[in-house]
Every structure is written in C-alpha cells, then in structure tokens.
C-alpha cells in the first residue's frame, strides 16, 4: 500500500521517509489523469464532447458504421481511461489506484505495471462493448484498469500466502458492481449507468493476468509448517 514505507525516526534509525510514498507509474498515472480533467475545463461544452465522442469508447464504433475517424478507433481502447465525468469520479478513481496500485508496481516493476494497467482497461473496455454493443454513448473512466489492478494485489495477496481464500473477496465484489451497474449511486456516476460490465471484466482479467506478467514469480500459495516441526 502506498503508506507501507513508513519509517519513524528514532535512536539507531535513518530518516524519516514520506508517509505517502507512491512509486513513480503510479504517481504519474494519477497526475496525468488530473491534468487531462484539468485541461478539459478549458474547453468548450461542444468540443468537450467531441473529445468524449472521439477518445471515449463508443461501442457502436466497433460494433456498427465508425462514427469517427480511424485514429481514434485506435486510441479510444487507450484515451477513454483518462477521460472522467466529473472530479468526485476522477477523484475516487485515483484514490482506489493510489490504494491498491503500489504494492503491484513494486511487484511488477515500473513498464510491466504500465503494460498491466492499460491491458486491463482496454480489455474492460471491450468487455463493455461486448455486453452494450448497440449503445452509441461514451464510456469514459479508469475504473476497468483499477479494477484490474485491485484483481492484481488480490492474487498477489493470495499467492502470497496472506489470504487465504480469494472467493469471498471477489464474490462480494462482483456482487456490489452487479447491485450499483443495476440500481445505480457509485460515487461520481452522477446518477448515469455504471460500467460495471467493464469493472467485472477488468477484476477478473486482472486475477488471470497477472501471474503473466512475473512469470515464475509467483509460486502457490505457502503453507504453515507442521506442528511437530516435521518437514
């Protein structure tokens, strides 16, 4: 977690280092995502749109005629994952990836962290495609590469050895996107549909994925020794 590096001076101790102490990808993800929704306010309410029209994931795009230029069907897989609906949305996204995303780069390393986090949202993007593939409107949000970061450290945890079971975790969660994707009232959704298609996809890609991302780096789960202290 990104508070897992504290150090608290004393005798015999170094300095102290930041209580937040966020790995560098991570920092820059989230600084990236805040300038693009800061330079978004600059911009015109109808060029905003068509910025969310072109890098927003647009399902008919793919499913149907393009109804944008060939570029963005190329950069919307990408773009759409820097692209909020309001700073309460932004915020509570960045918020969930500072949490849960520094112990998977520290695993990872900072290009695999990378390569694992736009992986997973473009796959959560076109798990929405798949479920809404008549729907003309814009998903925008870095909530499916979240998803898959969160999906990440829970495997990580569990390989580990420092949980012992992922189903009543994952269960749960798949069961309060499926509640919230239906009835609505997520943090930032602003009373619009949830992509929680999208978020389930990301979860359970990030689950399956990651052990390809350290190949041979995660073994199974450690078991305790024996009580008599036979091996």
């Known amino acids: 977690m990104p508070f897992d590096d504290v150090r608290r001076s004393g005798p015999g101790r170094g300095a102290p280092e930041r209580a937040i102490n966020l790995p560098p990808a991570l920092l820059w993800l989230i600084l990236i995502n805040g300038a693009v929704h800061l330079l978004r306010q600059a911009l015109s309410q109808s060029v905003d749109h068509q910025v969310l029209m072109q890098l927003g994931l647009v399902p008919t795009n793919y499913t149907g005629d393009p109804g944008g230029p060939w570029w963005s069907l190329l950069m919307a897989p990408i773009t759409y994952q820097f692209l909020h609906g309001g700073w309460v949305h932004l915020g509570v996204n960045m918020l969930t990836l500072a949490a849960f995303g520094a112990p998977v780069e520290r ?6 962290f990378v390569l694992f986090y736009l992986s997973a949202g473009i796959v959560a993007g076109f798990i929405h ?8 409107d814009p998903v925008i949000g870095a909530s499916g590469a979240v998803s898959g970061v969160f999906g990440g450290v829970l495997m990580a945890l569990w390989q580990a ?11 749960i969660w798949i069961a309060l996107n499926v509640f919230f994707g239906i009835f609505g009232g997520t943090p930032g959704s602003g009373g619009e549909p949830v992509a929680w298609t999208a978020h389930i996809g990301g979860f359970v890609y990030g689950l399956v994925a990651l052990r390809l991302f350290v190949p041979g780096a995660l073994a199974a789960p450690s078991q305790p020794p024996p009580a008599d202290g036979s091996r």
């Not at 695993?107 to 695999?112: H, K």
């Not at 495609?129 to 003309?136: P, R």
């Not at 050895?161 to 009543?168: A, I, N, T, V």
């Open 129 to 136: 495609v798949l479920f809404n593939w008549d729907s003309s």
């Open 107 to 112: 695993l990872l390393g900072i290009r695999r």
């Open 161 to 171: 050895g420092r949980m012992p079971s992922l189903l009543p975790v994952a269960g």
